[in-house]
């Protein structure tokens, strides 16, 4: 294999429509088709989907009251310091000592019926699941034990879910309902996880600059002299695909680079659309080769239905339509994985983001862009500029930044308020001595090699 095809090896398309449409409506459902993942409690979240269609005037009016509650009680629940820190480590241990107590308490009670319940019901359901809100913090204690879903208990749910990492839905759907039932032993177990891998991963923040992405968060940080400067949402690898653990150094810049397509993802997903719309390969400027130093050939003397097609090289041309968008992130490393720009925009409006095949698409690339090009003069607008002038060009960092892509599927923000996010790749039952240790040499490497 050429070093143009391995460089993107892992890398997610985006064409397609109809299947990324279809990957990102089961992207969930893959995270339970997985054995390891689907036994696994703390990722309760994927094999169930909400009941029935309904009418377009109900399904904006319920994206109004999902809008207006996120909106309103998300900002509690920003991470305001950076994954890897003394005051996450901090913040974690008092969540610990909390759960620890709850624990000690009975936990919360479990609601074993598969209902789904909306604002206006009664029933004893609610009230057991009120009872759990309260034990975590999400409804305050006066509320009792009331049976009612009222706008008290609306809001509760709703921090609940944003603490989950779930859609605000308004109403308890299915995935909220399995989000609910993991035991409090098991949130504090994947609490004390959680506080040994961060805690392995410290010497990041030797650094003076660095960039981190939680993958099971969906999100990005840039950290500069121990404070978070920007954060970001993500979008990752799904689990077919997932995004692996890198630690790497970023290098470059470059803007509106070319595509050099990736085999399996040729052959799984770019083909199969050619074969089905021939025009697709013009409509997405693609160049098709027999091999990347050959000739581009004429589409229209190719038989697509041939079985040589599928030893074809696909590169795409640079432009808005491009798989990596107007931006990639250069940061080479064994696993051929990077971050970049993307044109589906949308995917960052889900609350799961696991649609790639392992790179990482960032949301707020320009701003993250205009913070690693920062000590070489470059402002948000001239970032601004030099898409706007569509012009190809790669600029170096004046220092390369360390970047790492971790896992960390519980933390705390500075209140000490625990967060938790579906384990999509089944690595904390297994985690154990091995990966903490594997962490901590990991982190020793990065000490040694930062700028």
Request: charged letters at 20%; glycine letters at 6%.
């Amino acid at each position: 294999m050429t070093v143009a095809s391995s460089a993107t090896e892992r890398h997610a398309s985006r064409f397609a429509a109809p299947v990324l449409a279809a990957v990102a409506m089961s992207a969930v459902v893959l995270i339970a088709a997985k054995p390891a993942v689907a036994q696994n409690s703390f990722n309760p979240y994927g094999s169930f989907t909400d009941s029935g269609p309904v009418t377009a005037e109900e399904k904006a009016r319920r994206e109004q009251v999902r809008t207006d509650l996120y909106d309103r009680l998300s900002p509690a629940y920003r991470m305001d310091v950076p994954f890897v820190s003394e005051a996450s480590i901090s913040a974690l241990q008092q969540a610990i000592e909390r759960y620890r107590q709850i624990v000690a308490n009975g936990g919360w009670p479990v609601t074993t019926q598969k209902v789904t319940l909306r604002q206006g019901d009664t029933s004893g359901e609610i009230a057991a699941i009120r009872k759990h809100l309260i034990i975590e913090g999400d409804l305050g204690p006066g509320s009792g034990s009331n049976p009612t879903f009222d706008r008290e208990f609306l809001d509760g749910l709703s921090r609940f879910q944003i603490r989950n990492g779930l859609r605000v839905s308004g109403f308890v759907d299915q995935r909220t309902l399995a989000a609910l039932n993991v035991p409090a032993t098991e949130r504090l177990q994947q609490l004390e996880t959680n506080l040994k891998r961060v805690q392995g991963l410290m010497g990041f923040n030797k650094a003076p600059r660095y960039v981190l992405v939680n993958v099971p968060a969906f999100m990005a940080q840039a950290v500069e002299r121990g404070a978070l400067a920007l954060d970001t949402n993500v979008v990752v690898g799904k689990p077919a695909r997932a995004t692996p653990r890198v630690d790497a150094q970023i290098v470059e810049v470059n803007f509106y680079p070319t595509w050099s397509v990736p085999d399996i993802v040729a052959q799984n997903d770019l083909i199969p659309t050619i074969r089905k719309n021939p025009n697709y390969v013009y409509e997405q400027h693609f160049s098709v080769m027999r091999d990347w130093k050959a000739p581009p050939l004429d589409p229209a003397s190719i038989d697509w239905a041939s079985p040589q097609v599928v030893s074809y090289k696909f590169r795409q041309d640079p432009g808005p339509q491009n798989a990596l968008g107007v931006v990639r992130i250069n940061m080479p490393n064994k696993h051929s994985v990077y971050m970049h720009d993307t044109p589906l925009k949308s995917l960052f409006g889900q609350s799961a983001r696991a649609f790639s095949s392992g790179c990482v698409r960032v949301e707020k690339v320009q701003e993250l862009v205009a913070w690693l090009l920062g000590e070489k003069g470059w402002s948000l607008e001239k970032v601004q500029a030099q898409i706007d002038s569509g012009k190809k060009i790669d600029v170096k960092l004046p220092r390369p930044v360390p970047v790492h892509f971790v896992y960390l599927t519980a933390f705390a923000s500075g209140n000490g308020i625990a967060q938790f996010r579906p384990d999509i790749y089944g690595r904390d039952s297994s985690f154990g001595d091995g990966d903490e240790q594997q962490d901590a040499v990991v982190a020793q490497q990065s000490r040694a090699v930062t700028p």
